[in-house]
């Protein structure tokens, strides 16, 4: 009896052409289009990396340390992604509505450190006018950020989901189908930090150029 139970738990087999649930390759369909369109940018960057005529430059703003901190935040977010999805379907409802609201708040602290950035950079005078790497800076992450909100949205709706019940071990797809996208956005953000804040953050400005930060 108790084994027809837990059967009656668990998510119903999808036969398909490609062996993958239709929602499953469908997201997988559309992180596949999102890497090109995050490749594009990436490209972008790096092809006018080092050609603003005018500062501030990237040695002058970014701030490698707090920009690290933030990193780890949301790196850490997809570790309480996992144990969520994990207690999702071992049917621990409260464990799994915890590790979500996790997964949410340190989404929401991850975007209090960008918008702390973004102001910070604008006091000394970097917007998306200002320069060529203030306006490939601000596109790029300022789109790897609307994903993220979009991210946190989608947490918390799971949040609630869980809470009241709704999302259980027999439909614990929806959620993985969530962490999938929140994994996709954590690997994106680690390339832009690489790219940005690693490999450009020594860029000075050419020789006779240089900025007055006010």
Do not use: C
Not at 90 to 103: L, Q, S
């Amino acid at each position: 009896m108790t084994q027809a139970v837990a059967a009656n738990h668990h998510e119903p087999i999808e036969h398909t052409s490609t062996g993958l649930n239709s929602r499953k390759l469908m997201m997988w369909v559309f992180l596949g289009s999102d890497v090109m369109f995050f490749g594009a940018f990436i490209a972008t960057y790096l092809v006018y990396r080092g050609k603003s005529l005018v500062g501030p430059y990237p040695s002058e703003v970014l701030d490698i340390p707090i920009t690290t901190v933030s990193t780890f935040v949301l790196l850490m977010s997809s570790l309480a992604m996992v144990l969520a999805l994990h207690y999702v379907k071992d049917g621990e409802r409260n464990k799994a509505t915890f590790w979500i609201m996790v997964v949410v708040v340190l989404g929401a602290i991850f975007m209090g450190f960008q918008f702390y950035e973004f102001r910070h950079f604008g006091q000394l005078g970097l917007t998306p006018r200002t320069n060529i790497f203030g306006t490939t800076f601000f596109i790029l992450t300022g789109i790897h950020g609307a994903h993220v909100t979009i991210g946190v949205i989608w947490m918390a709706f799971m949040a609630y989901s869980s809470h009241k019940g709704a999302l259980r071990r027999d439909n614990a797809l929806d959620l993985e189908i969530a962490g999938l996208y929140w994994h996709f956005v954590d690997i994106v953000w680690i390339v832009i930090f690489t790219v940005i804040y690693l490999v450009s953050a020594n860029d000075t400005p050419p020789p006779g150029m240089e900025s007055v930060i006010h």
